[in-house]
């Protein structure tokens, strides 16, 4: 004897046709119309202010996660932001005029929160934030350093815990790429106004024997007023050291860099 099948969740997008119960459980089918109609097994729900909810495509094996986030597109001239306050949202990130990415408290909020908001004729299109995973989990993969701005750095790694970042997966995957490699052995050129050499996260990495200043004809790498700092801020991005418990993790933080002086006090070049 069969046990009975669990009543469908679905949630078709854009067209905004909903037939749901939206008292979840695991093992729940949940569909969403993106290009086409895609299904997904809901894993064992999570308790109440967890982050992310995980869920299974049948159809290819390929494991999903539903986040926090939803994302939400009003009709032309319409304003999301006063169904989303009501269903317990708070506004993240304004991608255009019609398109707003928002956070719940959970990531079953987020769900139960995007099916209501697409039943409303001001609203084309609603859906929780969801990251696929395409690769497979042998591929390599580190640890995040213990810098401690580096959860805010999504552009490195969009793990979700930083502030104010755009949707999951923008972000470089340098978590993958510093499995391979971390920059050793590298010397990078920063041309710019400037560096201050040391700085705590970027003395380690710093070559002042190459550096040179076009101005004076020095070879002086600092910058020519103390109010600069450009030069210091992209050197950081490229090499800061990581894993050193100070500041933020640059893109290669085992590689070392100098610095050539091209603008001057004013921003001129030479």
Not at 95 to 113: E, K, W
Not at 223 to 233: E, I
């Amino acid at each position: 004897m069969t046990s009975p099948r669990r009543p469908a969740f679905r949630l078709f997008l854009p067209g905004l046709a909903v037939a749901l119960s939206l008292r979840l459980a695991a093992g729940e089918s949940v569909s969403f119309r993106e290009s086409r109609l895609r299904s997904f097994e809901l894993d064992p729900l999570p308790t109440p202010g967890t982050a992310e909810l995980g869920a299974r495509d049948p159809a290819t094996g390929r494991r999903i996660t539903f986040t926090r986030r939803v994302v939400v597109q009003a009709v032309p001239g319409a304003d999301t932001d006063p169904p989303a306050r009501a269903e317990g949202l708070v506004r993240e990130w304004r991608v255009d005029d019609r398109t707003t990415v928002y956070i719940a408290p959970d990531a079953l909020h987020a769900v139960r929160a995007a099916i209501r908001l697409a039943r409303r004729d001001d609203v084309s299109a609603a859906m929780p934030g969801l990251r696929r995973f395409n690769a497979a989990r042998h591929f390599a993969w580190v640890e995040a350093p213990n810098d401690p701005y580096f959860p805010q750095q999504w552009y490195l790694d969009n793990s979700g815990t930083g502030l104010g970042q755009p949707p999951a997966t923008s972000d470089l995957n340098l978590r993958g790429a510093w499995a391979i490699t971390r920059g050793t052995g590298i010397t990078i050129g920063v041309l710019d106004d400037g560096v201050d050499g040391h700085h705590p996260d970027l003395q380690a990495a710093y070559v002042p024997g190459l550096a040179h200043n076009f101005f004076t004809e020095a070879d002086n790498g600092a910058h020519s007023l103390s109010s600069q700092y450009h030069g210091t801020s992209v050197a950081g991005l490229a090499a800061a050291r990581g894993d050193n418990h100070t500041g933020i993790s640059g893109a290669a933080p085992q590689a070392n860099f100098t610095t050539w002086v091209i603008f001057d006090a004013n921003d001129d070049v030479p």
